[in-house]
Every structure is written in C-alpha cells, then in structure tokens.
C-alpha cells in the first residue's frame, strides 16, 4: 500500500492562510510548480533556501508514493530591474556590461545553478522549462486575454486591466493589497507611463532600440511580462487546475497576483489549489539579496572564502541548518549558526554510521511504532522539519543506548527503525553521509602507517614482521602492491 493513504497531509495554504488537508486534483498524482531563478548572477544562500524547502517537499511527496511532476521554470528573459514594468531587461543588462549575448549570460548562469543544486544533493524537478522557449505560447495567451477584453494595446505594448478584472474577481487575493494600493508602476506618477491604471501590468513590452532581446509578435517587436511565462509554463505542463504552487514569500506580489489574474482569466477559476511560501533567509538582520550586494555564494560555504565565515563547511549542514527552521519563519544565517548546526550534524551523522552495526535482541526496550507515527506525524503537519529533527535526535538517544547495552531491539523493530532513520535522514531531508566519507580517510590514514611500518621492519631486515603486516591485512580484505612508485593498496 502506497504510503501516502496512511498519512494526511497538512499544507498551510497561503491563500486561505490556514493548514489544510491535502488533496491532490487527481488521487495519486501531484503537480507542483515552483517559481525557478532569473538567470543573469549566480544564486545565493537564500536562493537557495527556497528551493531546498521545495526540494524536500518533492521528496517527502515521492516518499510517500505520489507520482509527482515537478515543474520549475528558469527564467530566462522579461523580469526587469526593479521587479515592475520598468527598466532595463536583469540578462539584457548583465549582457551589455560583459559584452557578451544575452544567451551566454542564460547559459553561464544556468549551468552554474545547476552545478550548485548538484553539490547540495537536490533532485532534478521533473521538467525545467525557459521563459524564451516559450514565446509562441505566451502571445497565445496574450491573445487570449486581449479576447476576454481584460488585455489592452498602447504604442505596441500590452498590459493587463486589473481594474476590469477586479469587478468580477478579487485582485489582492493571494496577497491582501487593496486595489488602491496595488500600483506597479513608478513612473505612472510623472505621467510617463502608457497605462490606463497604475495597477495594470504589462504582458508584453515593445522593445526599444537599446533592448537586444526581442521577438516578433502581433503588437511590436518585443518581449513578454515577467508575470506571464509561469501562467503559460504551469498550466501547459500541469493543467489549468493543478495543487501546488511555490516561491519565495517576496515572490507573493506583484508576481503570484498577477499569476493568478492572467490565468483566472483564460480557464475561468483558480488556477492553484495550494499556494506555498517560503520565508526569507536574512544576513545581518537584512534579507539575503543580490541587489544590495547583502549575500553569501554557496560555494563560498564549501571554500570558507568569505570573511563572514569562520571556516568551510559542507553542503550538508547547510540543508540540515536550514531544515531546523521551519520554512514559513525568517532564519538567520550566521556563521556561529552553521557552527552550531554542524555540531547536531556530525552528531546525527555519527549515530547513523552506528545504527547499520547495532544488533538485536529477543524483545525491545524502545517503542519504534511510535516514534516512527511521530516522526511523520511532524512531516504530515505542514513539512516541520524541525519537529521531525528533534524526533530523528530521540532516534540517536536510542541508538546509543542499544549500543551502550543500556535498551535493546527485536530484529523486526530494528529492520524498520533503520528503514526509516535512513529514509528520513537520507532520502527525505537529502542529507549526505560526510562522517562516513571522513571514515574512509581514517582507514587511509591507517592503512598509509602500516605500509610506512612495513617498509621500516624490510629496511631491518625484520621479514617476518614485514610478512605478518602483508597477511593480515589480506585476511581483512586489503591487499597491498608493491610498485617501482612505493606500496599502494586495495580494498575488496
Ligand atoms: P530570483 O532568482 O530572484 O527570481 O529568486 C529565486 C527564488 O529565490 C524566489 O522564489 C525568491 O523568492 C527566492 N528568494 C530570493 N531571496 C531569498 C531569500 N533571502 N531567502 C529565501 N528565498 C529567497
Ligand atoms: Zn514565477
């Protein structure tokens, strides 16, 4: 039996601002899409956060048996400067500084986000689709729109009537602005702008002479609104009606307003059942931000090379400092923090090395069915990570005991208290074994000093002492070669 019948899920719904019981569209299956980066700088930390906290939920859900899509877009053309309608294009920009294309800025940025989300062991979502490949879909909509009479031509440019639509719909849904205040546009106020109101926001933008992407389309040539590609993207991949949606919390307004306005629009609902935001992730008390120039680089984590950080650590204790927070709560990141996380860690990480070598007893002294309701019950209560943390901790208290003698475990408890540490541990929080690795160094560094003894005991001529290192590491498995380079040594 899929695992997923056994556990109700809980989804604190941004929109409805309450925990809800999941239920999928479509029993079995989830679709979820999650809003990817702008592609013109490398992500940060906090970049990071969000799609880590959505990289254990895809897991948790594949855990529990669903057969999930996963939809997360890269954004790779029409989010401007300042996160409204104006502005320089972020890629167009990047470009024109390093004089290079536009698509080598897509590319660099691109691959270097993906061989960060490598290195901290996240899963590939299952599609990743690009603003610029999508263009043909975003005039349909665009179209479409204009034909529902909630779209509107100036000099070439298009926007989206968001007075129009607030007469039949709410505009301020997900977000809780009142229309009043929900103006995008700065530069309304000097009376520059093409717009009716300064609520509306634009679909497609005729491109200046200055802006090198562009392309052809019925109204000028140009480029899509911001808003538009994650409307098109999900609802080609997922459905006009799919469960879940996701971001960051900044990403609420204007983005998953307008989101929810351009698809209402065209299929005639809500688009989303599931509306899920991640908190922000704050250096100095800040938001982590490029713009402010307020953040840290991933792979500064891994080097050490920033002077924030006190030393290098690995990228699992950045997953496992982040997931002691729950995810709708600001974290603060410091390097005293990552210390402290590393402390929980390597603790964590040591006890797991223990668990494959502990053995049974004929009746246990811990009660594993319990534990492990708990462990889900934390997961199943809106993905509480640090309420699951403390309950895998309760995990560690019992494995030292079994060790120390001091509680024991039937063979049968002790099979589904190993299945679940490491489902929970390795294949739902994403966490990697380091101590383990470290391990493997000591065997090295064990194995470099009785090659160094053996060669000592042959300059002394002390053959039997030589021979007796040789055979009795053979008898453990590890077969030393002697080479015209010196000795080296294998592992069967
Ligand atoms: P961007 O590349 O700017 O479009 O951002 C990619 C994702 O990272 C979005 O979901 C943002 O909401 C999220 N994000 C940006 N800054 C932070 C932060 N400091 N903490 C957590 N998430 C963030
Ligand atoms: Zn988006």
Redesign the pocket.
């Known amino acids: 039996m899929k695992l997923y019948k056994e556990n109700q899920l809980k989804i604190y719904n941004s929109l409805s601002k309450t925990k809800e019981a999941f239920k999928p569209v479509h029993d079995g299956h989830i679709g979820m899409y999650?809003?990817?980066?702008?592609?013109y700088s490398n992500?940060?930390?906090?970049?990071l956060?969000?799609?880590m906290f959505f990289d254990v939920a895809f897991r948790y859900f594949l855990h529990l048996g669903y057969k999930v899509r996963y939809v997360r877009n890269i954004?790779d053309a029409g989010?401007l400067e300042n996160d409204a309608d104006e502005g320089e294009d972020r890629i167009a920009k990047k470009a024109r500084l390093e004089e290079i294309e536009p698509m080598e800025v897509v590319q660099r940025y691109t691959v270097d986000f993906h061989d960060v989300l490598k290195k901290y062991n996240f899963l590939s979502p299952s599609i990743e689709p690009t603003a610029t490949g999508h263009i043909v879909e975003q005039i349909e909509m665009i179209k479409e729109i204009i034909d529902k009479g909630l779209g509107y031509e100036v000099n070439g440019s298009v926007y989206f009537d968001v007075i129009a639509y607030n007469k039949n719909n709410h505009y301020g849904i997900l977000s809780g602005r009142k229309i009043e205040d929900a103006i995008h546009n700065t530069r309304v106020l000097d009376g520059q702008s093409d717009k009716k109101n300064p609520q509306d926001f634009a679909l497609w933008k005729k491109a200046d002479e200055r802006h090198i992407m562009r392309w052809p389309s019925p109204w000028s040539e140009g480029f899509p609104g911001w808003h538009l590609e994650c409307s098109v993207m999900s609802s080609k991949y997922l459905g006009d009606k799919f469960d879940i949606h996701?971001?960051?919390?900044?990403?609420k307004f204007p983005h998953h307003e307008c989101e929810i306005a351009q698809s209402k629009t065209c299929s005639g609902h809500d688009p989303v059942n599931y509306w899920m935001h991640?908190?922000?992730?704050?250096l100095n008390g800040q938001?982590?931000?490029?713009s402010t120039g307020n953040?840290i680089l991933p792979d500064e984590i891994l080097t050490g090379e920033n002077k924030i950080l006190s030393k290098a650590f690995s990228s699992s204790v950045v997953r496992f400092f982040n997931m002691q927070a729950n995810y709708r709560s600001i974290?603060d990141f410091s390097s005293d923090a990552l210390e402290a996380s590393e402390k929980g860690y390597l603790k964590l990480m040591e006890a797991m090395t223990s668990l494959v070598s502990l053995s049974s007893q004929k009746s246990s002294s811990v009660d594993i069915s319990q534990w492990k309701e708990k462990c889900y019950a934390a997961m199943n209560d809106d993905f509480n990570t640090p309420v699951l943390i403390s309950h895998l901790f309760e995990g560690v208290k019992f494995i030292n005991q079994i060790k120390e003698g001091k509680a024991s475990i039937t063979s049968n408890d002790l099979v589904d208290f190993v299945t679940t540490m490491n489902a929970f541990v390795f294949d739902v929080l994403g966490l990697l074994n380091d101590v383990k690795d470290q391990s493997s160094g000591k065997i090295d560094g064990v194995v470099s000093l009785l090659i160094k003894l053996r060669k000592e005991a042959r300059e002394n001529k002390d053959w039997d002492l030589s021979d007796q290192i040789r055979d009795e590491l053979l008898a453990i498995g590890i077969q030393l070669k002697d080479g015209r380079e010196g000795t080296t040594y294998s592992i069967s």
Request: proline residues 3%; contains cysteine.
């Open positions: 999650v809003c990817g980066p702008t592609v992500a940060h930390l906090g970049n956060r969000t799609f954004t989010h996701g971001g960051g919390l900044d990403l991640t908190n922000m992730l704050l938001k982590m931000a490029k953040f974290l």
